[in-house]
């Protein structure tokens, strides 16, 4: 069972920076209180992401543009699974993160909070993409909620308290509808996206929140979902797509050679056309499944600022 949260989402978020989640596959894990791991000197980087899914992997996922950073930068790149956003954020204002793969909301929170850092790209599905996607509100089908305000007096499924598309725009969506965030639902922490829509199709909550990939591709790819056991009720308005960032302490030359790769190379057309995925039938850039990256700065999450002021949440400038 998930963690039944009624009210304060900013006591939540302080909880959850203090777990420590097991890392698969030989994945080393880092949390916002671990004060071992971190950047090497000389030619080793960090880089950290937060897992979309329950990965077993995340690792894998990454290990192809890893690898071609490596041979681009001359550097070790060490990777690392993150326990949660707020370690993130955590380790690259303490210097133990140098490239960290951001939410839309956590990077605008890392930001906020003083962290030095530029996003430098955003990962899209297909070559062209826009980055960007969108938070959908589901219930099981069949139930009689048709739209944001029948998910009032429910048990709801958001994902993390620093999630973009798993709470600060559902947050805004419920508070448009009129629905008391606070004391009008019974809000639970799931933990991840494809977590919060399965607990909707067994019933563990009556509602959810998930990004629309996860929804309509991923998990019915899998085998976990079929097309017609979830209902989408809710559409948000576009997100700028989540970041990949880079410390700004990083010499020039190297923060330029990281930049580029991801921008140019980090796809999978040019990874397959230069050998990188090997035999591999499967080239993959993250978890999410993306084709590979596409170029944004700061200003690409204005947007997610301005939710920020209509829900005056205190995640917003707290981490």
């Known amino acids: 069972?998930?963690?039944?949260?009624?009210?304060?989402?900013?006591?939540?978020?302080?909880?959850?920076?203090?777990?420590?989640?097991?890392?698969?596959?030989?994945?080393?894990?880092?949390?916002?209180?671990d004060t071992s791991s971190g950047a090497k000197g000389g030619d080793t980087l960090v880089m950290a992401a937060v897992?979309?899914?329950?990965?077993?992997?995340?690792?894998?996922?990454?290990?192809?543009?890893?690898?071609?950073?490596?041979?681009?930068?001359?550097?070790?790149?060490?990777?690392?699974k993150a326990t949660n956003y707020a370690a993130v954020i955590e380790g690259q204002r303490s210097g133990k993160i140098q490239i960290a793969a951001y939410g839309p909301f956590s990077y605008v929170q890392a930001k906020s909070s003083g962290v030095k850092a530029t996003p430098i790209a955003a990962g899209v599905e297909k070559k062209g993409d826009k980055p960007g996607y969108r938070s959908y509100g589901i219930v099981k089908?069949?139930?009689?909620?048709?739209?944001?305000?029948?998910?009032?007096?429910?048990?709801?499924?958001?994902?993390?308290?620093?999630?973009?598309?798993?709470?600060?725009?559902?947050?805004?969506?419920?508070?448009?509808?009129?629905?008391?965030?606070?004391?009008?639902?019974?809000?639970?922490?799931?933990?991840?996206?494809?977590?919060?829509?399965?607990?909707?199709?067994?019933?563990?909550?009556?509602?959810?929140?998930?990004?629309?990939?996860?929804?309509?591709?991923?998990?019915?790819?899998?085998?976990?979902?079929?097309?017609?056991?979830?209902?989408?009720?809710?559409?948000?308005?576009?997100?700028?797509?989540s970041p990949v960032a880079i410390s700004d302490d990083l010499d020039a030359d190297l923060k330029q050679k990281i930049t580029n790769a991801f921008r140019t190379m980090a796809n999978v057309d040019y990874l397959k056309a230069h050998g990188y995925c090997g035999g591999s039938a499967k080239c993959e850039v993250d978890d999410a499944g993306d084709w590979g990256y596409a170029t944004v700065d700061d200003a690409t999450y204005d947007g997610v600022r301005k939710v920020c002021e209509v829900t005056k949440d205190k995640q917003c400038v707290e981490s």
């Not at 069972?1 to 894990?29: K, Q, W, Y």
């Not at 008391?180 to 829509?197: L, Y």
């Open 51 to 80: 897992p979309a899914e329950n990965s077993t992997d995340l690792k894998a996922s990454y290990a192809t543009v890893i690898k071609m950073l490596e041979k681009e930068t001359g550097q070790k790149i060490e990777f690392q």
């Open 1 to 33: 069972m998930f963690p039944v949260i009624r009210r304060n989402f900013g006591v939540l978020a302080l909880g959850a920076s203090s777990v420590l989640v097991l890392a698969g596959c030989g994945e080393s894990a880092v949390s916002e209180s």
């Open 141 to 241: 089908t069949g139930s009689p909620i048709k739209d944001l305000k029948g998910f009032a007096g429910k048990k709801v499924c958001f994902v993390d308290p620093n999630s973009t598309s798993g709470y600060l725009y559902p947050r805004s969506g419920l508070l448009a509808a009129g629905v008391d965030v606070e004391k009008g639902i019974t809000a639970v922490m799931s933990g991840g996206h494809d977590a919060s829509v399965l607990a909707v199709k067994s019933g563990q909550c009556e509602a959810g929140f998930a990004y629309d990939t996860m929804v309509d591709k991923q998990l019915i790819e899998k085998g976990q979902l079929k097309k017609d056991e979830i209902t989408t009720v809710w559409k948000s308005d576009l997100i700028p797509g």
